[in-house]
C-alpha cells in the first residue's frame, strides 16, 4: 500500500513557476514508476509526466514539454513537478500517481493516487 500527498500548488501570474512535490508513505516507493496528472474543470484527466524507477527515464505529453521537469528522491520518498513558463491552460488540480507497471499515458494503468494540488494560472 502506498499514500501519497502532494503540496506546492497555488496562484501564479503567466511565465512563472511552480515545484510540485508529491511525498509517498507505504512500502518500496522506489519500486514503483510515478506520473503526475491533471484535471481541469470539465475535461478529462490528462498525463503530465513520468518517472521510471528503474534508470529514471523521463516521460512528458507535449503540451508541457520543455517547461516541466518530473524528478524523484527516492531517499525522501519524493516526487518533483518543476513548472516553468506557466500558461493559463495549465490551470487544473494536479494529481500524482504510482504504478507498479511501466510509465503510461492512461489513468487506469495507476495503482495509487493522491488528492490533487490546485494550480491557477492568471492571465
Known amino acids: 500500500q502506498v499514500q501519497l500527498v502532494e503540496s506546492g500548488g497555488g496562484l501564479v501570474q503567466a511565465g512563472g513557476s511552480l515545484r510540485l512535490s508529491c511525498t509517498a508513505s507505504g512500502r518500496a516507493f522506489r519500486r514503483y514508476g510515478m506520473s503526475w496528472f491533471r484535471q481541469a474543470p470539465g475535461k478529462e484527466r490528462e498525463f503530465v509526466a513520468g518517472i521510471r524507477w528503474i534508470g529514471g527515464d523521463t516521460y512528458y505529453a507535449d503540451s508541457v514539454k520543455g517547461r516541466f521537469t518530473v524528478s524523484r528522491d527516492n531517499a525522501k520518498n519524493t516526487l518533483y513537478l518543476q513548472m516553468n513558463s506557466l500558461k493559463p491552460e495549465d490551470t487544473a488540480v494536479y494529481c500524482c500517481?504510482?504504478?507498479?507497471?511501466?510509465?503510461?499515458?492512461?489513468?487506469?494503468?495507476?495503482?495509487?493516487w493522491g488528492q490533487g494540488t490546485q494550480v491557477t494560472v492568471s492571465s
Open positions: 500517481a504510482a504504478t507498479n507497471g511501466p510509465i503510461s499515458y492512461y489513468r487506469y494503468e495507476y495503482d495509487y
